[in-house]
């Protein structure tokens, strides 16, 4: 299956989610070279095509995905890019693929310092609730992450307090 700008946008027409997600070349953050300029710009190419193929802008929010991987030069071109297409929403995107800790929050910061305050800023593949903390501190307004669900095959479940251990520590060792 190939799977376009425009085909993606049709099978989430079809789905119906509120949110949906323009395609984005992602490459993993620890990879250097040319091949992280030519994601990020090949996914500002395709989100023209995603709003283009959109029929149903009325009822489901389109958010375009900031790529660059953790070069700043890049994640700069890419938030003034899809910031001037006046997207619903914005997606920090390329992230958890094997960077350190401090990387993954400054491209966070980086982002969110440049992503409009008054639209909704995901970050996409939070792995665990300290990213959850500090990504909220830095700006961050919603996430996707699979840990709470995860750990709780495993005896362990969130709280308000922290994280209550039946059988598993909740730090991701």
Known sequence: MLLTPEESINIQNNIGADI???LDDVVKTTITGPRIEEAMYRTLRWIDRCIAAHKKPDVQNLFG???GGLDPVLRDIC???LVERN???YAIGG???GEDKDSFWRVVAQCTAGLPEDKPRYVMGVGYPLDIVVCSALGADMY???YPTRTARFGSALVPEGCSEVETKCNGN
Do not use: E
Request: aromatic share 0%; charged share 10%; with cysteine.
């Open 87 to 89: 997207l619903p929403g």
């Open 95 to 97: 992230l958890a693929g």
């Open 144 to 146: 996707d992450c699979v």
């Open 65 to 67: 995905i900031v790529q």
């Open 20 to 22: 949906i997600m323009a």
């Open 79 to 81: 938030v003034r890019g």
